[in-house]
């Protein structure tokens, strides 16, 4: 059978269980659960990847609400698909309500659309297919524990939708930033702000510092570099001379390597902050270090094939402002082949991931639309890796 014919025999396979992969978005909608505490998201997704005949391991690779479930179709290359379900706080009208307004839910429907797919038409090919499934994206990174741990071992290719505003295929739209994420504490000594300001080490003139000196530096790093920060704690009442301040900082650059060097300036930073003031530091990554995207260009060239196949085309404009941001994807993307793209959702490009008009596009019509091409066009790249594993070693 001709390779064409086993990609329409998928796209029928993803049409049959689309139905499922809506119930799946919905459930996990529904249940929208802050990283690291997506208990019921796992624990459904596991199940329903149970049903389908796939050897599930959960909790996986030491990490609670991560999860891995893999088909064994014979001898051949492991193709992943990168599951997601964390949700973010701040939404409804009191800004108090979790909600998926990055479409995690989206992500885990599609990469299990994909998956039940496949395993309705496992005769086609040789190879295994696998979910994996990690908490946190959104946060500390859940994809990087479950790497640390050897979660993410075996696998040749790793594949992956998001939605988006604009419909990104390229790399050179779809730049993922390393970032590093730090915490300064400073402690200084306490003494009344007035009475006696000359017997206290003010830790938030450190801190103050800290956000001058980063300022500054901006001016002298490339300018791919994204520096920006926030005071968690600079004191307790006016009259009192701060004795603690703590500020955080995500540090981002287009490459790892540059990346460490200018994280060492603001260390720097830091530390010359404390010489000034006399306050004392500490430092720490209070998130797991992310690295650059990289996208593996015969993979991704089979997905944009597979993309044009379907009627899908590249929609960001010529003249487009990078979406830089960060993700853990970009971990996986160093130790496995990784392809990945950005559908829009139809809402128009003034509508991005995170707000909350974002959420009409994760389920009902919107999601309708868009869910069983992303599952459709991966499950038709995974098809071209197994029939031609040498897309990936380019």
């Known amino acids: 059978m001709e390779r064409n014919e086993q990609k329409a025999l998928l796209r029928e396979a993803v049409s049959a269980i689309f139905p499922d992969m809506q119930r799946v978005g919905r459930f996990i909608y529904d249940h929208a659960e802050l990283g ?20 599930v391991r959960f909790p996986y690779a030491g990490v609670e609400t991560a999860l891995r479930a893999d088909l064994r179709c014979g001898e051949g290359p492991t193709v992943a698909f990168l599951g997601e379900y964390d949700a973010l706080p701040g939404y409804g009208p009191n800004h108090d309500q979790v909600a998926h307004a990055c479409g995690h839910n989206w992500i885990a429907a599609t990469c299990y659309g994909a998956c039940a797919a496949l395993a309705r038409c496992r005769e086609l090919f040789s190879g295994t297919i696998s979910f994996i499934g990690a908490p946190a994206e959104e946060s500390v990174g859940g994809k990087i524990d479950v790497l640390r741990n050897g979660g993410y071992e075996g696998v040749d290719a ?39 300001p000359h017997c206290g080490i003010n830790a938030l003139d450190a801190v103050n510092l800290t956000f001058a000196g980063i300022s500054c530096l901006r001016q002298h790093v490339t300018p791919d570099v994204r520096m920006h920060g926030i005071i968690t704690d600079g004191g307790a009442a006016c009259n009192i001379v701060p004795d603690f301040a703590r500020c955080r900082f995500y540090i981002r650059a287009a490459h790892r390597s540059y990346l460490n060097e200018v994280k060492e300036r603001v260390l720097n930073i830091a530390r010359g902050a404390a010489l000034m003031t006399g306050a004392e530091l500490e430092w720490r990554y209070f998130e797991n270090p992310f690295d650059e995207l990289k996208v593996n260009v015969g993979l991704q060239s089979a997905l944009r094939d597979n993309l044009a196949a379907l009627g899908v085309e590249e929609s960001v404009p010529e003249d487009a402002d990078g979406g830089f941001g960060s993700s853990d994807v970009g971990n996986v993307s160093q130790v496995a082949a990784t392809a990945y793209c950005e559908l829009a959702t139809g809402l128009g490009p003034d509508v991005s991931a995170h707000m909350e008009r974002f959420l009409e596009g994760v389920v009902g019509p919107c999601a309708d639309r868009t869910m069983p091409l992303a599952a459709a066009a991966m499950a038709m790249t995974a098809l071209d890796v197994f029939r031609e594993p040498e897309i990936i070693r380019g």
């Open 36 to 55: 690291n505490r997506e208990f019921e998201s796992s624990r459904f997704l596991a199940e329903e990847l149970g049903k389908l005949g796939f050897e």
């Open 158 to 196: 790793a594949l992956q939708f998001h939605l988006g505003n604009y419909t990104a295929m390229s790399a050179r739209h779809l730049t993922f930033l390393a970032m590093d994420s730090l915490e300064f504490t400073f402690h200084g000594r306490a003494a009344h702000a007035a009475g006696q």
